[in-house]
């Protein structure tokens, strides 16, 4: 088991920066491989950014490559969002998520453990 929980979301213009944290405890971290999600009312959770145990794979949504980066750090059990060049659309309840596997994946369903989310509002 391990327990998630992010933080470092609020309000930012659009051009703006944001850095999400997700510090996890519980089981070893560096055995999970992370990935982060986000979602708007109404709508399924989407993939954001992911990254493997050892962090020498990430992979992006799209919407996402150039202006958000993930990055870890096993030695403080926290994996991070960069988020850069915010816009409108990005707005929406970040998540971050675990998986007992080496690689990261877009699908949900490929992670055992949830964060409690935390709320990104880009103003245009």
């Known amino acids: 088991q391990v327990q998630l929980v992010e933080s470092g979301g609020g309000l930012v213009q659009a051009g703006g920066s944001l850095r999400l944290s997700c510090v996890a405890s519980g089981r070893t971290f560096s055995s999970y491989s992370m990935g982060w999600f986000r979602q708007t009312p109404g709508m399924e959770r989407v993939f954001v950014a992911g990254?493997?145990?050892?962090?020498?794979?990430?992979a992006y949504a799209d919407s996402v490559k150039g202006r958000f980066t993930i990055s870890r750090d096993n030695a403080r059990n926290t994996v991070s969002l960069q988020m850069n060049s915010l816009k409108p659309e990005d707005a929406a309840v970040y998540y971050c998520a675990a998986a007992d596997k080496f690689y990261s994946s877009t699908n949900a369903r490929w992670y055992e453990f949830w964060g409690q989310g935390t709320q990104v509002t880009v103003s245009s």
């Open positions: 990254i493997s145990r050892s962090g020498s794979g990430t």
